[in-house]
């Protein structure tokens, strides 16, 4: 047995059985848009580790800034004192937040604890407890988002009781909704039925009061659901819900925040201001730190001591953050996560538009480079192409409880690496349709199995 597969079996046997894990493959290191294993094999990644690495694995200016924060402070606690980079990634956040009135914020580390701190701030600073979410929403792993996070039964079966006090409201996904699929095309995501809105106007005077509610938590663009984003006017009028109810509206962008949309938030592609904004994931590169801002007079109304963590807003994080804000202005991040999105995205309608494949393909959709390919159900076609893609030497993720691909390369991605991704998948794809004895045509709005 090779030195790779002892090292594997021995992850198998010691490492927890509750990881769902793509590959047993043993990663060793990175650079740019690929891993290496300790076997010597190099994968292009299109995960980027579930959106972490937004600016490739092993980021030259992001690595040399978290070297030298290494040699100068690795551990400023935050209830000790303040220390420098924390400050310094405060500054450069500040203007480029999606509203000027979020100018005040907390760090900590990961996306679920940045949840609970957002989920804190809502409760203490309206002194109201529930808080509503959507259907198909994943807002962590924690005892308090698991029972916020409605994507997947997986995530919190037998790990009740949960946190009290959250509602859940379908998110406008059009592809799956209802009365779209049964109105011959009259309604869909360019003419949405806007039905969410009014299932939230029903839950407010069936379930949760608006003075029982403190806010509503909806991913600006539906993550582990399914990488959809929502039609146009439907953030606007959730604003509106909440600024008539005295309801905050919390954006959480841990997946779909820090450029992967084309912008830096998602939200800015609706123009709507947030309460509280959350981010995580990519904001360091892979050094674990995320965070809530939100505007000053409400962050003000916790006493001192109401906030903290053992680690929250690392010095080595904040120094490799501030590196990464630097990038993403020097090297016009933005404008090649929407060249190579638009390339990505004709390479996945080509496939949904081809007579070979077609019968297989149920949606292409998303923003930048956060796109997904729904496979008609009952076949199992995400994971046959995921299994191919893997054999091409390319890591690639499933989503949702529907029969869907995601979409995540590292937001630099050279054009030479988006043309060798675009080639595995569309050979993937063809492939797998070359093996299935008879086609069938896709059936509207269809549950999964």
């Not at 490739?56 to 606690?77: N, R, S, Y």
């Not at 999105?341 to 923003?367: C, F, N």
Request: charged content about 20%; overall charge neutral; some cysteine.
């Amino acid at each position: 047995m090779s030195a790779a597969a002892k090292l594997s079996q021995f992850g198998v046997k010691h490492v927890a059985r509750g990881i769902g894990r793509l590959s047993t493959e043993v990663l060793d290191s990175g650079s740019g848009s690929y891993v290496t294993t300790v076997s010597g094999r190099k994968l292009l990644d299109f995960t980027s580790g579930i959106g972490v690495t937004n600016l490739g694995h092993c980021h030259p200016a992001v690595t040399k800034a978290a070297q030298a924060q290494v040699g100068k402070l690795v551990h400023g606690q935050v209830n000790i004192a303040f220390q420098k980079p924390y400050l310094e990634l405060v500054d450069a956040l500040i203007p480029l937040m999606p509203h000027k009135s979020l100018d005040t914020f907390f760090f900590w580390n990961s996306g679920s604890e940045a949840v609970e701190a957002a989920v804190k701030l809502a409760r203490h600073a309206t002194k109201k407890q529930n808080v509503i979410v959507m259907q198909g929403s994943y807002h962590g792993r924690t005892m308090g988002t698991l029972a916020m996070t409605r994507s997947k039964t997986v995530y919190g079966e037998n790990f009740a009781p949960l946190m009290p006090g959250v509602f859940a409201v379908p998110f406008p996904y059009c592809k799956q909704c209802s009365v779209a699929t049964h109105s011959d095309g009259k309604f869909g995501f360019e003419n949405c039925c806007m039905d969410p809105v009014l299932q939230l106007e029903l839950l407010l005077k069936r379930e949760t009061a608006p003075s029982d509610t403190a806010a509503i938590f909806i991913e600006t663009v539906l993550g582990e659901g399914g990488y959809v984003p929502p039609p146009a006017g439907y953030l606007a009028r959730v604003r509106e819900i909440c600024d008539k109810n005295g309801i905050l509206m919390v954006a959480d962008e841990v997946q779909c925040g820090y450029g992967r949309t084309g912008k830096l938030f998602a939200i800015e592609h609706w123009g709507v201001r947030p309460d509280i904004l959350i981010m995580a994931k990519g904001i360091a590169n892979g050094f674990p730190l995320s965070g809530i801002v939100s505007r000053k007079e409400l962050m003000d109304l916790q006493k001192p001591g109401s906030m903290g963590g053992t680690y929250s807003g690392n010095a080595v994080s904040c120094a490799a953050a501030v590196a990464v804000v630097k990038a993403f202005q020097e090297e016009k991040i933005l404008e090649n996560v929407n060249t190579r999105g638009e390339e990505l995205k004709s390479t996945l309608r080509a496939a949904q538009e081809d007579p070979k494949t077609r019968h297989m393909i149920y949606d292409v959709r998303g923003l930048g480079l956060m796109l997904a390919l729904e496979c008609v159900p009952g076949k199992g076609y995400a994971s046959k192409i995921q299994a191919k893609c893997m054999e091409k030497d390319m890591l690639l993720l499933t989503t949702s409880i529907y029969d869907t691909l995601r979409f995540i390369p590292p937001l630099n991605i050279t054009k030479k690496d988006m043309a060798e991704g675009c080639r595995i998948i569309g050979e993937a794809i063809e492939e797998v349709a070359a093996e299935e004895d008879s086609p069938e045509t896709p059936t509207k709005g269809q549950a999964p199995e």
